[in-house]
């Protein structure tokens, strides 16, 4: 396989243009971002920088393929064949998808074929079972008439997506809204737009009709602003940080009230019990939690709370674990850890580090930039002990490999901590004890509790968060309702 990467990763990437009405296309300002690879710092090619010009066009086009070219009536069976077409697809390009967004955002190889192609095509086959398996309902209604309950979908949905799994995070919203019958028009990140414009290609190979799916790339405060004040938009789906959850439904209320889904950040708590069935387990799968893709991971498990009791056993084993790991060329299938998305970022991190060291947490591993002679963005896995709930590593996602570890005496006290942030996305509960794990499920407020295992859950279980972390669901059937609403028909009969 290292063999085919080093071949893919040779091959240059040509400017990238709009992807419209199945079409490319410059933006219409004819201006251009350039695309910087974090693996070494050099400019990989550009891509079209797009405006609110271009996203009006991309919307008109969307809504004249729901309306007017009638994607929204398509036969299920039709929708159903051609989504099935384009998992195959994406299944067929896995390698060179994955590739090209690794080049584009430093994800280590081995984790951006899973989470990038490999998950986008089971949610696009997922969904696409999905069309002709969910029906409407009959009302229970006196004899003398008919109550029908309809499923119908909402018109033109805009995507916004991050750059830690574009594909991924995409699919979950791309999928189900097209398999209700919506088009769609996606904002890619600045930081990884490469693979979803590729994505949009092999839709239109699948037989997607022009203008059902439509990316416009280019910055987030102009194209993305454009797209969530936009007038004919009915949905907006989105991930990405807090910060812009809020101006979203700022953009909602300024402009047509439009649906807004928002899945946000985290501060993940992950909950290691004395009596956890192997703690050199959980030690492995908790280092992996935070620092695979270079903790840019929203659901992280970023704060670790260690019993007293095995405390010091617990943190030898992962610090361990950890000063194994690692860091390297993200194309590297020998790599555990690849780059940071970027040197903003890396950056970023390092402030957090220096904001810990200075609030009087205690550095156990890493702290610093790494490879810094390729020209890169690499930072090495990072642990600080001694976190109180009042420090800024607590409260504050870092969205990089940096873990912060407190300790606790009881199951009070843990749920307390768990609880003690304004986030509520995931978590994790290491323990024997049934009664204790069934507890914990229920005290935790995140959309996922993990048990005796971090992360690993498929397309068939919702994620979402609770509190601000944001709200509305992706994956598993309930995330159609997000891109569907219900119409009575009454009849008399
Ligand atoms: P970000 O909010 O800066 O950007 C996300 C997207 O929003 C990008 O496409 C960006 O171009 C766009 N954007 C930025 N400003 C905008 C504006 N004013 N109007 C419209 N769009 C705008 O976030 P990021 O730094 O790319 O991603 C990291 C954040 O995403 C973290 O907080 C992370 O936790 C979160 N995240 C959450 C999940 C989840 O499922 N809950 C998954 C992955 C990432």
Same mark, same amino acid.
């Given at each position: 396989m290292q063999e085919q990467i080093d071949q893919l990763r040779a091959m240059p990437v040509p400017p990238r243009q709009l992807f419209i009405d199945g079409r490319h296309e410059p933006a219409s300002s004819g201006a251009v971002l350039d695309v910087v690879s974090p693996i070494n710092g050099t400019v990989l090619t550009t891509i079209a920088d797009g405006a609110a010009a271009d996203i009006d066009r991309a919307v008109a086009v969307a809504r004249r393929a729901f309306e007017v070219d009638g994607w929204s009536r398509a036969a299920p069976a039709m929708r159903k064949k051609?989504?099935?077409?384009? $998992?195959?697809?994406?299944?067929?390009?896995?390698?060179?998808?994955?590739?090209?967004?690794?080049?584009?955002?430093?994800?280590?190889?081995? %984790?951006?074929?899973?989470?990038?192609? #490999?998950?986008?095509?089971?949610?696009?086959?997922?969904?696409?079972?999905?069309?002709?398996?969910?029906?409407?309902?009959?009302?229970? *209604?006196?004899?003398?008439?008919?109550?029908?309950?309809?499923?119908?979908?909402?018109?033109?949905?805009?995507?916004?997506?991050?750059?830690?799994?574009?594909? %991924?995070?995409?699919?979950?919203?791309?999928?189900?809204?097209?398999? +209700?019958?919506? *088009?769609?028009?996606?904002?890619?990140?600045? $930081?990884?737009?490469?693979?979803?414009?590729?994505? +949009?290609?092999? +839709?239109?190979?699948?037989?997607?009709?022009?203008?059902?799916?439509?990316?416009?790339?280019?910055?987030?405060?102009?194209?993305?602003?454009?797209?969530?004040?936009? %007038?004919?938009?009915?949905?907006?789906?989105? *991930?990405?940080? #807090?910060?812009?959850?809020?101006?979203?439904?700022?953009?909602?209320?300024?402009?047509?009230?439009?649906?807004?889904?928002?899945?946000? #950040?985290?501060?993940?708590?992950?909950?290691?019990?004395?009596?956890?069935?192997?703690?050199?387990?959980?030690?492995?799968?908790?280092?992996?939690?935070?620092?695979?893709?270079?903790?840019?991971?929203?659901? $992280?498990?970023?704060?670790?709370?260690?019993?007293?009791?095995?405390?010091?056993?617990? %943190?030898?084993?992962?610090?361990?674990? *950890?000063?194994?790991?690692?860091? #390297?060329?993200?194309?590297?299938? $020998?790599?555990?850890?690849?780059a940071v998305a970027s040197a903003e970022q890396l950056e970023k991190n390092l402030g957090f580090v220096e904001t810990a060291e200075r609030e009087g947490a205690e550095r156990l591993a890493g702290g610093g930039r790494l490879l810094a002679e390729t020209g890169g963005s690499y930072m090495a896995p990072t642990v600080f002990a001694g976190v109180t709930p009042d420090m800024t590593l607590a409260r504050e996602e870092v969205f990089g490999p940096v873990l912060a570890v407190s300790r606790f005496e009881t199951e009070e006290e843990a749920v307390k901590l768990a609880n003690s942030t304004v986030y509520g996305l995931a978590s994790a509960v290491w323990t024997s004890n049934l009664s204790t794990a069934h507890r914990m499920v229920r005290a935790i407020r995140a959309g996922v509790v993990h048990v005796n295992t971090y992360g690993g859950a498929d397309i068939t279980v919702p994620l979402g968060g609770f509190k601000q972390s944001g709200f509305g669901r992706d994956k598993s059937l309930h995330a159609l309702a997000e891109y569907s609403d219900l119409k009575t028909a009454w009849i008399a009969l």
């Open positions: 051609v989504l099935l077409k384009f $998992a195959e697809l994406i299944e067929k390009h896995a390698l060179e998808l994955a590739v090209l967004g690794v080049r584009d955002n430093g994800t280590e190889i081995s %984790m951006a074929l899973k989470a990038e192609p #490999g998950s986008a095509a089971g949610t696009f086959r997922y969904y696409a079972e999905a069309i002709d398996k969910v029906y409407g309902e009959i009302a229970p *209604t006196a004899d003398n008439v008919l109550g029908l309950v309809h499923r119908e979908p909402l018109g033109v949905v805009g995507v916004i997506v991050p750059w830690n799994f574009p594909l %991924m995070i995409g699919a979950w919203k791309i999928a189900p809204a097209l398999a +209700a019958g919506n *088009t769609v028009v996606v904002k890619p990140p600045e $930081a990884a737009s490469l693979a979803l414009l590729r994505l +949009a290609e092999l +839709a239109s190979e699948a037989g997607l009709p022009d203008g059902v799916l439509n990316v416009v790339t280019g910055r987030g405060a102009v194209a993305g602003e454009a797209l969530g004040l936009h %007038m004919d938009v009915d949905v907006l789906a989105f *991930t990405g940080s #807090g910060a812009t959850g809020r101006r979203l439904l700022e953009y909602a209320a300024r402009s047509n009230l439009k649906r807004i889904y928002l899945e946000l #950040g985290g501060k993940s708590p992950n909950i290691v019990f004395a009596d956890a069935p192997d703690l050199d387990q959980a030690a492995k799968v908790s280092a992996s939690g935070i620092f695979r893709n270079s903790g840019q991971v929203c659901v $992280a498990g970023s704060r670790l709370l260690v019993q007293s009791s095995v405390y010091d056993s617990f %943190m030898d084993a992962l610090l361990s674990v *950890t000063g194994k790991l690692k860091v #390297g060329d993200p194309l590297d299938v $020998a790599s555990d850890i690849g």
